[in-house]
């Protein structure tokens, strides 16, 4: 058997009566970087915020580690959702606690470690990061781009096994944004952990992705899954070969 | 030195033939729209062609224009210049043809009978979140491992500490107000000394306790709604869910428990402050310290003084419950936080005194 962390199963994704994606079934593999890409508008946030567990699909299954986030309840959820950790686009860092608090807070609730250990790791999550400066202040004191890496930094506190990150560079300068890249890769090296990323940078899906998932709005699923190379070169359809060029080679 | 000319735009039907000219742009279009629509069809049939060759300028609004009448009068606009053309042809007629849903039509009964199912399902939600976080509440208080007592605290300051000042000057005035209004009446029957019987137990029973509760609604429940009104906003709700942390021990119950240590203490605090108005009242009409004290010892009962502390309990549920219930209801857009604000202190409001009107009957029947 493959070594796969996440198996998606026969997934639909949507809102109450509003199916946006159905049939939607992948492996991610462990230690692998797998970007979801697709056309605004056709679902990749939605499949995300199913894959996580904050809604609940009316069909299909999310395994991670075997485990179902969609049927696991009480303390097997909370096992499962200690193994995760995700970032939001807006960063969702928690407005009226400092970044060391943030980081803190998931180690407060989960964990027993005497609070001057908490911090140190506070600290040190920080530091991977770039922001054991900032450890004091508050996430509207800092810029943009430093609450996404906070909001990493939180994600990775109790050192998940996969982070979901929903458009971490949407926002950020080309340089920021290659930071978060680099961040990434060496999170992805260093510590073994999977993502699974939301992104439409096509510069940092080269340089990160392992495998493209890529979306379909028309058949509400997936078109087709490679490496970005792959879909570059050999893709079948037109769209997305061309989907993989436009901001490399802008025309 | 040449002179900028301003064309007018100008309109002129001869035959089948309508001419547009000069300068068509927002200005000018607005002119000769109503006239255009207006004419046009009255002789709908009447216009064959548009010619449009006299059109020195045409923006936006002109673009419009042109494309609302030949749609109108399916007539063809002949001699566009080549670069309106372009932006004309942008648009095509096929794609704005299409109908949308119209809205379906809701008459006023049917109207008023989803606003009141709407109201009832709303007051059955907040029943059933009040009860649930009720319940969440006490168990958390009584394991205090799982209560963030420095939350718990950083909120009774806000809520309760700080609103001495507030509950304080209204309970002081009230009773002063009570008094003043009450003993010229009284006085015509040489029965003013009563004055303080009535400021007491009306504080006591019923006003503390309300007028407490309709303040916190104000003041506290509003800061809760928006507080957690904007963190869902912000995903932090989010967030919070898949950390696997329980929104309601993280979030509601500390402000529940908040709630209920600080409503009571501020109602007995506007009770006494209540009291003191009236004092000053009765003492500047010559009564002693002495009788009054006598007075108000001897005719309000512990049952007057717990009943108004049992209600303001209930009433910091509610407060508490009701701002946090309409934070986590809150909606996304700008707006969506000042809503959920304003729907906490209006329901708070409401609740208040319908659970007020309860307790009269309650009380009433077991003559408490
Ligand atoms: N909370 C919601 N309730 C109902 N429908 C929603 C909700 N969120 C998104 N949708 C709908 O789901 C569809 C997919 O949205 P989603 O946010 O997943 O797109 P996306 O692929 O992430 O797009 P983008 O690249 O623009 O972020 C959209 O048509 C949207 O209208
Ligand atoms: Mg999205």
């Not at chain 2, 529940?256 to 009242?281: D, E, H, K, Q």
């Not at chain 2, 007057?304 to 209801?329: E, N, P, T």
Request: hydrophobic residues 45%; aromatic residues 8%; negative net charge.
């Amino acid at each position: 058997m493959s070594d796969a962390i996440i198996e998606v199963k026969d997934l639909t994704a949507g809102y109450e009566d509003n199916v946006i994606l159905q049939g939607v079934s992948f492996e991610v593999q462990r230690s692998e970087i797998v970007v979801i890409l697709g056309g605004s508008g056709c679902g990749k946030s939605t499949l995300l915020k199913h894959m996580i567990g904050l809604y609940h699909p009316p069909k299909g299954d999310v395994l991670i580690n075997g485990k179902s986030i969609v049927h696991a309840e009480g303390e097997e959820l909370q096992a499962i959702l200690q193994s995760i950790g995700i970032t939001y686009q807006s960063g969702a860092l928690f407005g009226s606690l400092t970044l060391s608090e943030n980081v803190r807070l998931p180690l407060e609730e989960f964990t027993d470690l005497p609070s001057d250990a908490m911090d140190l790791i506070a600290k040190m999550k920080l530091s991977l990061v770039g922001l054991e400066a900032f450890t004091g202040s508050l996430p509207s004191e800092v810029s943009g781009g430093m609450q996404k890496r906070a909001a990493i930094a939180r994600a990775m506190a109790l050192d998940p096994q996969v982070l979901f990150l929903d458009e971490p560079s949407a926002g950020l300068d080309p340089i920021t944004s290659a930071e978060l890249d680099q961040l990434i890769l060496r999170l992805n090296e260093s510590l073994g952990i999977t993502f699974v990323i939301v992104t439409h940078e096509l510069p940092s899906i080269y340089t990160v992705a392992d495998r493209v998932v890529m979306l379909d709005k028309e058949i509400k699923g997936i078109a087709e899954i490679g490496s970005p190379e792959e879909l570059r070169d050999k893709s079948q359809h037109e769209w997305i070969r061309e989907f993989m060029k436009r901001e490399v080679h802008p025309a | 030195m040449p002179v900028e000319t301003k064309e007018e735009a100008s309109y002129r039907q001869e035959g089948g033939v309508v001419h547009l000219s000069g300068r068509l742009d927002a200005e000018g279009s607005a002119r000769l729209w109503r006239t255009i629509f207006q004419r046009s069809h009255k002789k709908r049939d009447a216009v064959k062609s548009i010619d449009a060759s006299g059109l020195t300028y045409c923006d936006g609004a002109g673009i419009a224009l042109l494309f609302a009448l030949s749609r109108q009068t399916k007539a063809s606009i002949d001699h566009l210049a080549p670069e309106f053309q372009k932006l004309l042809d942008q648009f095509s007629s096929d794609s704005f043809d299409r109908p949308v849903d119209p809205p379906r039509k809701i008459s006023a009964i049917e109207k008023l009978g989803m606003g009141g199912a709407e109201f009832g399902r709303d007051l059955y939600d907040q029943v059933v979140f009040l009860g649930r976080m009720s319940v969440v509440s006490v168990r958390t208080f009584f394991r205090p491992s799982l209560v963030r007592w420095g939350d718990v605290w950083r909120i009774f300051e806000k809520a309760g500490v700080n609103a001495v000042g507030i509950v304080g000057m209204i309970g002081f005035l009230m009773g002063l107000i009570m008094a003043f209004q009450s003993a010229i009446p009284l006085k015509q029957f040489g029965v003013d000394i009563f004055v303080i019987n009535l400021v007491a137990l009306a504080m006591f029973r019923e006003l503390g306790a309300i007028m407490t509760a309709i303040l916190l609604a104000g003041r506290s429940g509003s800061a809760f709604a928006a507080e957690i009104g904007t963190m869902k906003v912000n995903e932090e709700l989010n967030a919070l869910k898949t950390m696997g942390i329980d929104d309601a021990r993280f979030l509601v119950a500390p402000r529940m428990i908040a709630g209920i240590i600080a409503t009571p203490l501020l109602s007995i605090y506007a009770n006494l402050m209540g009291l003191l108005g009236g004092f000053i009242v009765m003492m500047s009409f010559g009564f002693p310290f002495a009788a009054l004290y006598r007075q108000v010892t001897a005719n309000v009962e512990i049952s007057d003084i717990l009943s108004g502390l049992i209600k303001s309990v209930v009433f910091g549920v509610l407060v508490a419950g009701i701002g946090c219930l309409r934070g986590l209801q809150t909606r996304s857009g700008a707006t969506a936080v000042g809503d959920s604000t304003t729907r906490a202190v209006v329901s708070g409001i409401v609740l208040i005194v319908i659970t007020d009107a309860i307790f009269a009957v309650i009380f009433y029947v077991l003559n408490f």
